[in-house]
């Protein structure tokens, strides 16, 4: 079965240092990776995407995420932790293109940022 | 970046009334919606995908005849919430595909709708 795996529930880490979040996945054939973010009682906002190409993708805020193959791994990654980064973060995978296809989310990551 | 919107933000309401949601794509067309479901701090569970101009497709052990979903244009999916009870509090959230730029599988998500049946 198809699945996204976000290992941690929180993550702490201290302001200006880095920060990593981690995902894996299950999927047959290629995956689509995406990262979103979700402020409290709020939808989700796009990050990141993984489709084709460069392994290391670079998204909004400063996030950035690797994709490998190898380890099916992307994990998303920051240099320097802001407080205003403290949020929940899904890694999402879609199995295709196809208009009907829907996201399969992780269970969600809760990145708290201390000052 | 393409906008979905979803009204109303939050709403109260009693045991056994019925609730609707509305989730609008104001720059772009979709032919599909999805809606999710999010229980507190949990992830987002997908509920149903919503097609324009034909029945929606409902996730295993979502009940249609409670969640009922009409497509109705492109730019507009409601999911009506009947005979609401206390267990059909949750956050609800749409998202929406933008056939011409959400290349990709690209999805972009409406604000929620924070439901709280009394």
């Known amino acids: 079965a198809q699945s996204v795996a976000q290992p941690e529930d929180q993550v702490n880490v201290a302001e200006g240092n880095p920060l990593t979040v981690k995902c894996t996945y299950s999927?047959?054939?290629?995956?689509?990776l995406f990262w979103y973010v979700q402020y409290p009682n709020r939808g989700l906002q796009f990050l990141l995407k993984?489709?084709?190409?460069?392994?290391l993708v670079k998204g909004s805020y400063g996030f950035e995420a690797e994709f490998n193959k190898s380890q099916t791994s992307f994990h998303l990654k920051k240099p320097s932790a802001l407080v205003s980064d403290s949020a929940l973060y899904f890694c999402?995978?879609?199995?295709?293109?196809?208009?009907?296809?829907?996201?399969?989310f992780g269970k969600g990551t809760t990145l708290s940022v201390s000052s | 970046g393409a906008v979905v919107s979803q009204h109303p933000s939050r709403v109260i309401c009693k045991s056994g009334t019925s609730v609707k949601i509305e989730c609008r794509s104001l720059?772009?067309?979709?032919?599909?919606m999805f809606w999710y479901r999010q229980f507190p701090k949990q992830s987002l569970m997908l509920m149903a995908t919503?097609?324009?101009?034909?029945?929606?497709?409902?996730e295993q052990g979502v009940e249609k005849d409670k969640f009922l979903i009409n497509h109705a244009s492109l730019t507009l999916s409601t999911l009506t919430v009947t005979s609401a009870h206390p267990e059909d509090s949750s956050f609800y959230i749409c998202?929406?595909?933008?056939?011409?730029?959400?290349?990709?599988?690209?999805?972009?998500f409406g604000p929620g709708t924070r439901l709280t049946v009394l």
């Open positions: 998202s929406a595909r933008d056939q011409v730029q959400g290349s990709y599988n690209e999805q972009f």
């Open positions: 999927v047959s054939g290629n995956p689509y």
């Open positions: 993984y489709i084709t190409g460069d392994n």
């Open positions: 999402a995978v879609s199995l295709s293109n196809q208009a009907g296809t829907a996201l399969i």
């Open positions: 720059d772009f067309q979709a032919t599909t």
């Open positions: 919503s097609n324009e101009g034909s029945k929606a497709t409902y």
